[in-house]
């Protein structure tokens, strides 16, 4: 049968091993499981044709599992025990919960921007929230996560946000709601803008340093400054540099151009082009912009951490560890274990980090599977190995299987081409993705526990992107391209909600798990496990890789490989018919898209272009690296573009325009195929269908690349085709070959051909005429080049000459290629050397027929020829050596030295003339030489073949002393002559006084040399018997010394007197002594023989041991003696521990030795040659452990009689308990007898376990008699189990086990506290057991049955408990049926049914006590504080009561009781009543008194804490918390009291709060300006609350809505305030109160609202007037300017900041009396009067600047008489208009205008007039130069 699919079960895990329960039935989240596939033997042969097989049925789920058939077994390829590996750490608690890395720094300079500049005012420096300081960033993105401000509140999320910025913290409704209001009042602003931002409401611009600026900041730029504003919105002058320090560079692209493009961070100032970005912008972004790197925190930045190397022993301990922690010992089902995932994912389980053994490289850690490369185990067959390594399902073969389009990829890409290995633990996950590239990935379970995954299928990429991003919004905004980087989680339930279809797979050992492009998958590990994965790609998988190639290049992501590349490859390569129309589809879009591009860079102007460098090796992918596109990342194969002024630099075609700023015409394309070689592999790729479709049309056949489509472009005067372009290039380019050459024409028209060489099949005829211009030029410019070179050559020169080959190569052309006139020139170069050619052929054909110096004058004309010729070089060899020749010959006649001229020499020379067949005069002499050469040599060889005479030799030697040439025989013949005179000198030196010598050991060994020369000797000598007798002589000597002065054996001393007595030496001194010492060595070997035959005592053998020493020489039997004492003195040590066995002295416990030792000894003592006493004493022990170990066995065997018996009945355990006993004391004292002996004895040990075992029978037979307690029965079980196992069979020990087991049960049954372990059926069998028993336990038994009974009589109460209605049952009974079934009822439905009914009423009660006692005080019992509870809410009603019947009562609404007293107090607003101590005011001092609800109502400003201010201390309980009380205790099984009661309080508090809601609403809707009625209504409302509360009950949803009435009251008291109050109200008070009043949603037609909205409208209107004319520089007149300062001084609304800057722009300054511009100033140092730059003629600031005005002093910076005649006449005073603050001025100011007056009449220059003139008066306020080094030189200083 075929592959079949299986639904696998449901679940999101479809079962489990390895220590997991199976899956149950349930659904934990819903998932629908993915297919599951069996294939058949056949069907698995193929993995890609399988895969392609069930595709359809398996794509529509993104994932499947394979199981394979039952015979697929691979082995485990790695080493268990030495293999180790590298782990990362998982924080799984933050794979989904977790903030994103925002940086604080940059989120607080953006909020402080934001505050300033739209709400006018300064941000908190420290906030705080629960004792620590509250980050804003986390709580914004936070509230960012879960959808903004209004849905947390919505959806109640304030939980969820306050455990992301404080996780592991405890949450309550108290910090939630304290949470809701900080974000409300520090953020709810800042994310309107954030919102608005992100719509593009706000319109802003911000541009690069080429001409921007930045609007937000303040930035202003101009050709001479750039400014901008610092922290304090203060000024900073930044003085202008060069060019270059301002250009921005891009961080990406490192290029400062198109800087109109380019953001700047505003944080770092870092540069970024918007195409530059990832993903790229569109637009410029609104509002502020901040980098990345600013954005994104490095502290908060999440990723998995390299962690430790483990074994997977070690590894296995830390995982078993993690799973007992979360799980314990028990096991686990899967369910449990995705439940627990989730949760910990989601943040709600605390903590968790785990090890994964991710990413593993197999090519350096090794892989599962077998390969060759690797070592096999002994284990594992070597077929089986073999036959695994070359499977197909081998991960490491699949990449690179037939059909796989990776096959052709070159390099081990890891994860890609070589898999990787994964070791997983519990929890760790592999988190959202998909493959690279999109590619399928193929994952199998080597072993251990399942895994879990999840699959989102491949045409639901973009639903589930959406879902992630809106999930997740603020992670997606710090990292954009978050999910490329594999550590984010989602829930796959949410995504199941948003409609994203999810499926599941649970892989098990031995599964495949495929997933398929595009497919998001992720998950988790359920335990322990090894799995391995990689990736593969067939055919179909050719337009998923186009579109992750198209993913790399919008997310600027370097890919893994060139996909363009790719598919070329494979194009070139060879495939079957079911990879074409994949392939074709694929090269016809990239085709298509080259075609596009590179025709569009052409109509731009882009007409330069190259080919790029080929390829070493074009038939596998990435053997050489790319260029790679600096904007998008992507590798360049098919084409680039490049500019000279960038080199090394290229961009795609896409982004040639982002490359440089350079024109169109200076860039330049790069391809790889022109458009003809892409139409022939797309040819390549239909080859299958154009066979099949043989019989079509041309027009069928024909593909979408081979239509031409014109190609135009607009030119001067219209537009022109690319082809008409091509026509006239090729007429061009024809008459260029015609006319003579040109090298400017061909240069012009090969340059001119670039824009058509790219292009398709069209372009031919281009290519080959661009073909034939090249090689034209070529030739053109070598014929050039070579005919200059041979008119300008000259034999002095160093210039090298024209190879002839080089000249036929150049006119080889029949015609030229080109008209090019100097190739006749070159012709008649040619036709001269022909000529010499033939006369040098000539004479080396002829050679002998030449003298020496006609072959010179030949070679010297053809060294001056320009062209060189070869056979030139031929002639110069052979004169040379000619040359060489003769100069060897006379260099040899020459020399004078004997032997000086090697006769090798001479012969050489003799055969070279020969050779060369030429007639020289040397060669006579030469042959004379070697004449006499050869009469020496013949002498010699007689000589040496008869080397008996010395003299002879001598007289030869002498004739031939002066030869000059070096004959080797007479050399020969000298050398053994001198060795033989050297060896006789030798010999005489040595034999001088041989016999005095000392040293006679030197003298043998120069002896022996000598005699071994003497053999070597080539020339015979008389004096070799000689040396023989000698050496003998001196060998015997030095063997003499060894004698006397150490010990020689005496055989050794009798050989050494027979040798001397041979050499007649033996009388001489030496030798004489050694003979004495002879006689001595006789003597004593003639005693020790005697000795060794008697067996004489120890002391004799030591006395001759001590005589031996004396002798000098070693006798024959001194070995043997002493061989006979060492072997006794052993025998003794070993013999000493049983001599001393009754000793004291000797230790006890080295007393213990083995009788057969003992043995041993006897046995040795008969071999000793030496006499010993210790014999004797040795065989009295052994005898007396012998009889010892007889009765020892003796008593075993009575033993063994009693172990055949079975006890039965009372009667037979009491008889055999004595005779146990009397056996056990028998044993006890022979085992003490055997230890007496000291000996190792083996029937010890029998003994000592055969009384173990009678005393544990005895003790256990005595159980039979009494009641034994469950540490005794246990105590004999732990002895039974050390008892020996030899008696264990015995009838007696298995009686007696049986016994006790049955007791140590029965002694369990009876313990209360086991009773709910024992079912009573099982009780009652288990005492007809104790029938079959041989040992009788009556006592234990007769508690077994009482038990039985108890249980019974309780199992009758309890059924006439549960046959009573649920109002009869009580309380008590239901305690006393709980506490008696504990003790004494066993395991049965009544004893869980009344523990369950039990501890529901428990908890029920426990949780009303929890609630009430808040209010109530713990000492009260339940039902009392129920009561009060109860009476209290009662006593509130009368209050509403009160106010709606308009009766007169007394009812203090603080403790809601009646005032009898005669102290109260009555409010003067409202008229109630209150007890002075609630109220805690005096009567004498309530003149007025006005109750504490009627201030709070009138409030403007209401407490943080709201209307919970006026509660007491304790906290009344929630309306819904007692509804669910009420609810729940319906379920229990009895009706309490406190049921009752409370049942009657929940009515009573809904009728409550339903009358409070009544009147809040009221407050809600009203819109009239009169507040004193809605004042009166909450004041009302606020009381019956109180006194709700006072009783102890609230209601949280009446509380927030009455909590909005008040705010809303609040804000209407401050609106009023505002229109009423006598001081303006600012602008931005206006504009915050109308956005609280937003928040609050007030409607708009609220009369406040209104009035408030119009006030604005009007400040707003004016101030963006103001604001314009602050900064025009002087263009609007100053009365106009005035006027506008007046109508503002008019408005409703306060604007002094704009009011400030009218004023100011109304001062003038400098001499030209002009208000503040953008021109540069400068400040004096005396009087502070700021001064234009140009007006006071200075181009830069000094350090210290005086005014002329202060300096009028002849030394002074500029005295008078510097200043030009211009620059006096024309030193006129201006008139400035007054202000009105001016026209009011004193009298005083007219006392200086005297003054002035005065000074006008003196004889000053103007210019001097002028000065005085400028002057300050001195009651303005200075600043030091100190203080002003920060500010602008445009600031200026206001007078007072």
Not at 495 to 521: A, C, D, M
């Amino acid at each position: 049968m075929g592959g079949r699919t299986r639904k696998v079960e449901k679940g999101v895990l479809g079962g489990g091993s390895g220590g997991l329960l199976g899956g149950s039935d349930c659904e934990s989240l819903n998932v629908p499981s993915g297919p599951v596939f069996y294939p058949s033997e056949e069907e698995f042969k193929d993995p890609l044709k399988y895969i392609y097989k069930i595709r359809p049925e398996a794509e529509p789920y993104g994932i499947c599992k394979i199981v394979p058939p039952v015979s697929w077994k691979p082995p485990f390829a790695l080493d268990m025990e030495s293999f180790t590996f590298g782990t990362k750490t998982q924080a799984i608690h933050q794979l989904q919960a977790r903030c994103a890395p925002c940086d604080p720094k940059t989120f607080r300079l953006e909020y402080n921007r934001f505050l300033e500049e739209h709400c006018g005012k300064k941000a908190r420096k420290r906030i705080v929230f629960e004792g620590q300081d509250l980050d804003l960033c986390k709580l914004f993105n936070a509230v960012k996560r879960y959808g903004g401000y209004d849905n947390v509140a919505k959806m109640k999320k304030w939980g969820d946000v306050f455990r992301f910025i404080r996780p592991g913290a405890k949450i309550s409704a108290c910090s939630k709601h304290v949470l809701a209001q900080l974000y409300l009042e520090h953020l709810i602003e800042y994310e309107e803008y954030f919102c608005q931002l992100n719509k593009g409401k706000v319109k802003s611009c911000k541009r690069g340093i080429n001409g921007s600026k930045k609007c937000e900041l303040g930035v202003e730029t101009s050709g001479i400054k750039r400014r901008r504003k610092n922290k304090e919105g203060d000024r900073v002058e930044i003085h202008k540099v060069e060019d270059k320090e301002l250009d921005q560079i891009c961080e990406q692209c490192k290029s400062g151009f198109h800087g109109d493009v380019m953001l700047l961070c505003d944080r770092c100032d870092k540069g970024w082009h918007t195409y530059c970005l990832s993903p790229p912008l569109m637009t410029i972004p609104p509002g502020n912009w901040y980098c990345l790197e600013c954005l994104n925190s490095e502290k908060d930045s999440f990723g998995f951490v390299p962690g430790k190397q483990f074994s997977i022993e070690a590894f296995r301990r830390v995982a078993d560890r993690v799973k007992k922690k979360w799980f314990g010992s028990a096991a686990t089902s899967w369910v449990q274990v995705e439940k627990k995932f989730w949760e910990i994912v989601e943040g709600s389980a605390g903590e968790v980090e785990v090890m994964y053994g991710s990413d593993l490289d197999t090519s350096a850690y090794g892989s599962g599977f077998p390969r060759q490369i690797d070592q096999r185990p002994p284990s594992v067959d070597i077929d089986v190995w073999n036959e695994y390594c070359g499977s197909p399902w081998n991960l490491n073969n699949l990449p690179r299987l037939q059909g796989s389009m990776l096959r052709t990829v070159h390099q081990n890409i890891a994860g890609v081409m070589v898999p990787w290995l994964y070791l997983g633990m519990v929890f760790s996950a592999f988190c959202w993705h998909f493959e690279d590239h999109c590619f399928y990935s193929m994952n199998y379970h080597h072993w251990g526990e399942p895994k879990c995954w999840y699959s989102v299928p491949g045409n639901e990429t973009h639903a589930f992107e959406k879902v992630m991003r809106d999930s997740l919004p603020d992670l997606f905004e710090a990292q954009p391209d978050l999910l490329f980087q594999l550590v984010t989680m989602l829930n796959p339930s949410v995504l199941k909600e948003k409609g994203v279809p999810v499926y599941s797979i649970i892989q098990e050992p031995g599964n495949f798990v495929i997933t398929f492009p595009r497919s998001y998958h992720g998950g988790f590990n359920l335990g322990l496990n090894c799995a391995e994965a990689v990736n593969f790609a067939p055919a179909d998988w050719l337009p998923h890789g186009g579109f992750g190639a198209e993913l790399y290049r919008q997310y600027h992501r370097v890919p893994v490989l060139s996909h363009e590349e790719l598919l070329c490859v494979v194009a070139k390569s060879e495939f079957d018919s079911e990879v074409s129309p994949y392939l074709k589809e694929e090269l016809l879009r990239i085709y298509n898209n080259e075609r596009t591009w590179r025709e569009r860079l052409w109509r731009n102007g882009i007409i330069r272009s190259s080919r790029m460098t080929p390829r070493a090796q074009p038939d596998y992918v990435g053997t050489e690296e790319d260029p790679m596109c600096i904007i998008c990342q992507q590798l360049l194969y098919l084409s680039a573009v490049s500019c000279n002024c960038r080199p090394s630099t290229y961009v795609c075609l896409e982004h040639w325009e982002h490359l440089c700023e350079c024109k169109p015409n200076k860039l330049r394309l790069q391809y790889r195929h022109t458009l003809a070689e892409l139409t022939g592999l797309l040819h390549e790729a239909d080859k299958f269908y154009l066979v099949e479709a043989a019989d079509d049309s041309h027009s069928q056949r024909t593909t979408s690349s081979e239509k031409q489509v014109v190609l135009t472009k607009k030119v001067k005067g219209g537009h022109v085709t690319h082809l008409q372009l091509a026509e006239e290039w090729i007429l061009k380019s024809c008459k260029i070959l015609e006319h003579p050459y040109s090298s400017q024409a061909y240069v012009s028209a090969i340059e001119e051909a670039e824009q058509f060489l790219w292009a398709g099949s069209e372009m031919d005829l281009v290519r080959e005429m661009h073909t034939s211009l090249i090689e034209a030029r070529k030739w053109a410019k070598s014929v050039r080049n070579c005919v200059s070179k041979l008119k300008m050559w000259s034999n002095k020169s160093d210039s090298e000459r024209i190879p002839m080959n080089c000249v036929n190569e150049l006119l080889k052309f029949s015609t030229p290629p080109c008209n090019e006139p100097r190739h006749i020139q070159l012709k008649e170069y040619k036709e001269e050397a022909d000529i010499l050619i033939q006369e040098i052929n000539s004479a080396l054909a002829l050679w002998s027929e030449f003298s020496l110096d006609d072959l010179e004058i030949l070679y010297t004309k053809a060294v001056d020829l320009p062209i060189h010729i070869k056979e030139t070089e031929q002639l110069n060899l052979k004169l040379s050596a000619l040359k060489v020749w003769v100069d060897n010959v006379r260099n040899c006649l020459s020399q004078k030295a004997p032997s000086s001229v090697e006769v090798d020499m001479l012969y050489k020379l003799q055969a070279e003339i020969l050779e060369k067949q030429i007639q020289l005069p040397e060669a006579d002499r030469l042959n004379d030489l070697i004449r006499q050469v050869e009469s020496c040599r013949s002498r010699c060889v007689q000589i040496l073949k008869d080397l008996d005479s010395l003299k002879e030799i001598e007289q030869f030697l002498g004739e031939w002393e002066d030869f000059t040439v070096n004959v080797p025989e007479l050399g020969l013949l000298r050398k053994y002559y001198s060795d033989t005179i050297s060896w006789m000198s030798r010999f005489d030196l040595v034999l001088l006084n041989v016999q005095e010598r000392e040293d006679q050991g030197k003298l043998v060994n120069e002896l022996t040399c000598i005699q071994q020369d003497a053999l070597l000797l080539k020339i015979r000598v008389d004096e070799l018997p000689r040396i023989e007798l000698e050496l003998n002589k001196a060998r015997s000597r030095v063997k003499a010394f060894e004698v006397l002065h150490g010990k020689m054996s005496m055989v050794f001393v009798q050989q050494l007197m027979s040798e001397a007595i041979l050499l007649q030496i033996e009388k001489e001194k030496l030798f004489v002594d050694i003979s004495q010492r002879h006689a001595g060595a006789v003597l004593w070997e003639k005693k020790a023989q005697e000795l060794l035959a008697t067996k004489a005592p120890m002391s004799e053998f030591e006395d001759i041991l001590r005589a031996s020493e004396e002798i000098g020489i070693i006798p024959p039997s001194l070995p043997e003696v002493k061989l006979a004492v060492s072997t006794a003195k052993q025998w003794l040590s070993k013999c000493k521990p049983f001599l001393f066995q009754g000793s004291s002295s000797f230790p006890v416990s080295d007393s213990c030795h083995q009788v057969g030792k003992l043995k041993e000894l006897v046995l040795e003592s008969e071999d000793l040659k030496v006499h010993l006493e210790e014999r004797s004493l040795l065989e009295r022990v052994l005898k007396k452990a012998i009889e010892w170990e007889q009765e020892a066995s003796s008593l075993l065997q009575d033993v063994e009689d009693l172990w055949l018996v079975n006890i039965v009945g009372e009667g037979a355990a009491n008889s055999l308990k004595p005779r146990l006993e009397h056996h056990a004391l028998s044993i006890e004292t022979a085992v003490a007898a055997g230890v007496s002996l000291g000996l190792k004895l083996n029937m010890v040990p029998k003994l000592q376990d055969a009384c173990s075992m009678l005393k544990w029978c005895i003790h256990l037979i005595s159980f039979s008699s009494l009641v034994p307690t469950h540490k005794e029965v246990e105590m004999m079980l732990e002895d039974a189990d050390n008892l020996p196992g030899t008696y264990k069979s015995c009838a007696l020990w298995t009686s007696l086990f049986d016994g006790l087991q049955w007791l140590r049960k029965s002694i369990d049954i009876l313990d209360p506290n086991n009773h709910g372990q024992f079912e009573v059926s099982s009780v009652d069998r288990h005492i007809l057991l104790a029938e079959n028993l041989y040992v009788p336990f009556p006592l234990v038994i007769g508690r077994l049955q009482d038990a039985v009974q108890n249980h019974n009589l309780w199992l009758e109460q309890v059924h006439l408990f549960l046959g009573l209605s649920l109002g009869d049952r009580s309380w008590n009974s239901l305690l006393q049926l709980k506490e008696h079934g504990t003790l004494n009822a066993f395991s049965c439905v009544e004893l869980q049914k009344v523990l369950f009914e039990f501890e529901k009423v428990k908890k029920w009660k426990e949780q009303c006590a929890e609630l009430v006692k808040h209010s109530s005080g713990k000492e009260n019992s339940l039902l009392n504080a129920l009561t009060k509870l109860k009476e209290a809410l009662e006593r509130s009603l009368e209050v509403f009561n009160y106010h709606e019947t308009g009766e007169s009562r007394y009812l203090c609404l603080c403790c809601a009781s009646a005032i009898e007293d005669p102290d109260l107090l009555t409010c003067s607003v409202c008229n109630d009543s209150f007890h002075s101590h609630c109220t805690e005011t005096l009567l004498e001092d309530a003149v007025l008194f006005v109750c504490q609800y009627c201030d709070f109502v009138n409030r403007a400003k209401l407490p943080r804490g709201g209307c919970s201010a006026l509660r007491s201390g304790k906290k009344p309980v929630a309306l819904d918390e007692l509804k669910v009380l009420l609810s729940d205790a319906n379920d229990l099984c009895l009706r309490t009291e406190e049921w009752k009661i409370l049942d009657q309080i929940v009515v009573n508090a809904h009728d409550s709060i339903a009358c409070v809601m009544e009147l809040v609403n009221f407050a809600l809707s009203y819109t009239n300006p009169n507040l004193d009625v809605v004042k009166q209504k909450l004041c009302f409302a606020l009381k019956f609350l109180q006194a709700i509360s006072v009783s102890g009950i609230c209601d949280d949803e009446a509380d927030l809505k009455f909590e909005l009435a008040l705010a809303r009251n609040s804000w209407k008291i401050r609106a009023d305030k505002l229109l009423q109050s006598s001081e303006k109200p600012a602008l931005q008070q206006i504009q915050h109160h109308l956005h609280e009043g937003l928040v609050m949603k007030i409607p708009p037609e609220d009369y406040f609202t209104l009035r408030l909205t119009e006030m604005k409208d009007m400040g707003l209107q004016w101030a963006d007037t103001a604001k314009q004319v602050s900064v025009d520089g002087g263009v609007l007149g100053l009365d106009r300017v005035f006027a506008l300062i007046y109508e503002g001084e008019c408005l409703p609304v306060s604007c002094e900041k704009e009011l400030k800057l009218l004023r100011d722009r109304s001062m003038l300054y400098c001499i030209c009396r002009r208000p503040y511009g953008q021109r540069a100033m400068i400040a004096c140092d005396k009087c502070d009067e700021w001064y234009h730059f140009d007006c006071v003629k200075i181009s830069l600031a000094p350090k210290v600047y005086i005014c002329p005005a202060c300096n009028s002093c002849p030394d002074g910076d500029m005295p008078p008489s510097a200043l030009t005649a211009h620059d006096r006449c024309s030193a006129e005073e201006p008139h400035t208009p007054l202000r009105r603050s001016e026209l009011r001025r004193n009298s005083s100011k007219k006392v200086a205008a005297e003054v002035e007056m005065n000074i006008k009449q003196r004889d000053f220059s103007n210019f001097e007039r002028l000065l005085w003139r400028q002057r300050k008066p001195f009651r303005r306020a200075a600043r030091k130069r100190s203080q002003l080094q920060t500010l602008s030189p445009f600031f200026y200083v206001q007078d007072n």
